[in-house]
C-alpha cells in the first residue's frame, strides 16, 4: 500500500497526467508512434526519480495505443500501428451512425484489457516469462504463420482476393538487405529500397490517402462535416453490449498479454491475432467487416493488455518486450537499476510501483480518453474538404517524421493509389499490411531455423510447442470444413 500511495506525490503525478495528454496526441495523428512519443520522453525524464519516469512512460503507451483508434474510426487511418486492425468495424460503425459507439466501446475495453494485462503481469510474471522464454526460431516461425493465416479469416468478400493481398504484403516484406546473406534484394540498385520499406507509410496510404482519393473520385459532398453525432452514449446501452462480449474481452485481453510477453511480438500482432480468432469463435462471422461491435472490441482489448505483457520479459529478465520495452530498458539503466529475476527482490518497491502506476494509468484513460473523443470530435466537425486535406498534410509530416526521409512521403501516395486501386477491384487492404509486418519474422524464423538443423524442417515440429502451434493452424483450416460436415449429418440424422 505504502508503494500504491507514494505514486500520487505531485512530483510524479503532475509529469505522469502530462504525459498521458501528451500520448492522446500523438495516437491521434497518422503516423507518430507510440514509440516515438517514449523516445521523446525519455530525456525528459533524465534528473526525474525513477518511478516518475516510469510512469510517463507508461503513461504515454495507454493513452497513445488507445488514441489511434480514434482517427481509426471517425477517417479510416490508423493513428498507430496497433489501431490498423480498428479500422475494419469502426470505420463501418461510423458510416452507419454509430461512431460515437465505436469509440466509446474502443475506451471502454482498451481500459478493461489493459487492467487485464496488468493484473496478468502482477499475478504470472515470472510463470509467463518463463514459457516466453521456451520460444525459439522454430516456435516463432509457426506464430507467424499462425498470425499470417489471419488473413484468409479477415479478408471481406472473395477468400481468393485476400490472399492474392496478403501474398502482395509477403513480397513487399522481402524488398531489403537479406536478413541472412545481407545481399540486397529487388532494390535495382536504389540506396532507398535497400531499408525495406517501412509498414506505418504503408498502411496510411492504403487505409488514409486512399480515402482521400475515393472521396474526391466519388465526388462527395465536400461541405459536409465527416461528423456529424454528438458524443451521447448510455450507459445501459454500453453495459449490454459489454455484457454479451463478456467472454470475448477476457479472451482477446489473455491473448494481448500473451502475445505482449512474446519478445518482438507487441500490440500490433496482438490486435490482428485477436481479431481473427474473434471471427473464428464468433456466431456472426459474417458481420465482421461491415460494423460489428464484436470487431471492435477485439483488437481494442487486446493491443491494451498487450503492453502489460511486454513487461513481463522486460522485468523478469531483461527481454524488451518489444521497441518501447527497448527504450524502457535503457532508461532503467540509466536511473541505475538492472532489471532480470532479482529486481523483485532488490528494487520490490519500485516493482510495486510500477504496477500501482500501470493500474491507475487505466483510471486515467478512462477520463482522458473521453476528453480525447470529445476534442477529436470537435476537430472532424470541420467540413470535409478542410479534414481531407488535414490528413493529407499529416500523413505527409507522419511519414516523414519516422525515419527523416521524403522516401517514405512517396511511399504514402504510390501506396495511396495503390490502396484505392485494391478497392476498385474489390481487394481488401487488411491482408496486405498483416502479410507486411509478419512476412520478415517468418522469413528470419525459418532460414535461421533451417540453418540450424541443415536444412532439416522437422525440428519445426518435433518440439511441444511448436507441433501445438502446427496443430492448431490445420484445425483453423479444417474448421470450417469440419462444420459443414457435422451440420449436414445433424440435418441428416433430423430428417431420418
Known amino acids: 500500500m505504502d508503494a500504491f500511495f507514494s505514486v500520487f506525490q505531485l512530483n510524479v503525478l503532475i ?11 500523438v495516437g491521434g495523428i497518422p503516423g507518430l508512434t507510440a514509440t516515438m512519443a517514449v523516445a521523446l520522453i525519455v530525456p525528459l525524464t533524465y534528473h526525474m526519480q525513477p518511478v516518475a519516469g516510469l510512469a510517463m512512460i507508461i503513461g504515454v503507451s495507454f493513452t497513445s495505443i488507445f488514441a489511434g483508434d480514434i482517427p481509426a474510426t471517425f477517417l479510416r487511418v490508423p493513428g498507430t500501428p496497433a489501431s ?62 499462425l498470425g499470417l ?131 473464428r469463435t464468433s456466431k456472426k462471422p459474417d458481420d465482421f467487416g ?75 484513460l478512462l477520463v482522458l480518453g473521453y476528453l480525447g473523443i470529445k476534442s477529436f470530435s470537435l476537430i472532424f466537425k470541420f467540413p470535409r474538404n478542410v479534414i481531407l486535406a488535414g490528413i493529407m498534410i499529416f500523413s505527409m509530416v507522419g511519414s516523414y517524421a519516422i525515419r527523416n526521409n521524403i522516401f517514405d512521403v512517396g511511399v504514402v501516395l504510390v501506396f495511396g493509389i495503390v490502396g484505392f486501386a485494391m478497392e476498385r477491384a474489390a481487394m481488401p487492404l487488411a491482408p496486405l499490411i498483416l502479410g507486411r509486418i509478419l512476412g520478415p519474422m517468418i522469413e528470419e524464423n525459418l532460414r535461421i531455423g533451417l540453418i540450424k538443423t541443415s536444412g532439416s524442417f522437422a525440428a519445426f515440429l518435433n518440439r511441444p510447442i511448436s507441433f501445438t502451434l502446427f496443430l492448431i493452424l490445420v484445425v483453423m483450416f479444417l474448421w470450417d470444413p469440419i462444420k459443414k460436415i457435422v451440420v449436414t449429418a445433424r440435418a441428416r440424422a433430423k430428417k431420418q
Open 15 to 25: 509529469p505522469w497526467l502530462l504525459a498521458m495528454v501528451l500520448g492522446i496526441f
Open 84 to 145: 490498423g486492425a480498428a479500422v475494419l468495424d469502426g470505420y463501418q460503425m461510423n458510416l452507419k451512425g454509430q461512431g460515437s459507439l465505436a469509440v466509446t466501446l474502443d475506451l471502454i475495453c482498451s481500459t478493461i484489457g489493459g487492467t487485464i494485462g496488468i493484473l496478468m503481469l502482477i499475478l504470472v510474471a515470472p510463470t509467463l516469462s518463463r514459457f516466453a522464454l521456451k520460444f525459439t526460431h522454430f516456435e516463432y516461425f509457426w506464430l507467424g504463420v
Open 290 to 364: 461491415n460494423g460489428s461491435e464484436e470487431g471492435v472490441i477485439a483488437p481494442t482489448s487486446a493491443n491494451n493488455a498487450a503492453i502489460g505483457g511486454t513487461w513481463i520479459p522486460a522485468l523478469v529478465f531483461g527481454i524488451p518486450g518489444d521497441t518501447i520495452t527497448a527504450i524502457v530498458l535503457g532508461a532503467m539503466m540509466m536511473y541505475g537499476l538492472k532489471p532480470g529475476p532479482l529486481v523483485f527482490e532488490g528494487e520490490r518497491f519500485l516493482v510495486n510501483q510500477i504496477f500501482s502506476v500501470g493500474l491507475v494509468s487505466q483510471v486515467f
Open 149 to 279: 493465416s489471419m488473413s484468409a479469416i479477415i479478408s471481406k468478400g472473395s477468400r481468393l482476393k485476400g490472399s492474392i493481398s496478403m501474398i502482395i504484403g509477403v513480397l513487399i516484406s522481402t524488398i531489403g538487405i537479406d536478413v541472412t546473406t545481407g545481399y540486397p534484394r529487388f532494390a535495382k540498385g536504389n540506396i532507398q529500397l535497400m531499408g525495406g520499406i517501412e509498414f506505418i507509410p504503408i498502411m496510411i496510404g492504403l487505409f488514409g490517402i486512399s480515402e482521400v482519393f475515393r472521396s474526391i473520385y466519388t465526388m462527395q459532398n465536400m461541405k459536409v462535416p465527416v461528423f456529424n453525432e454528438e458524443i451521447k452514449v448510455s450507459f445501459k446501452s454500453l453495459g449490454k453490449i459489454l455484457n454479451r462480449n463478456k467472454r470475448l474481452i477476457a479472451q482477446s485481453s489473455v491473448i494481448g498479454t500473451l502475445i505482449g510477453a512474446l519478445p518482438g511480438a507487441g500490440a500490433d500482432i496482438a490486435a490482428w491475432v485477436s481479431y481473427g480468432l474473434a471471427k
